[in-house]
């Protein structure tokens, strides 16, 4: 899947706006494949992996493209 950094937090997590669906879906620092956390900027183009958690759905294995 594919998407675009909506938002970044000081606390080491963030929301992407996935293309084709409207709800955004929350990533943390820890998922994220060869880029460090204070590397990404908002409207940054990422690939991702969508899984169900506890929580709700989540992007893990987020790269920069």
């Known amino acids: 899947m594919e ?7 000081d ?3 963030g929301f992407i706006t996935v293309d ?3 709800k955004d879906l929350f990533f943390h620092s820890n998922e994220l494949k060869d880029i460090i956390f204070n590397e990404l900027k908002v409207d940054d183009r990422v690939s991702f992996e969508k899984v169900d958690s506890e929580k709700g759905p989540n ?3 987020v790269a920069r493209i």
Do not use: M
């Open 3 to 9: 998407g675009t950094i909506k938002n970044l937090t």
């Open 11 to 13: 606390k080491g997590y």
């Open 20 to 22: 084709g669906e409207d």
């Open 59 to 61: 992007a893990v294995n």
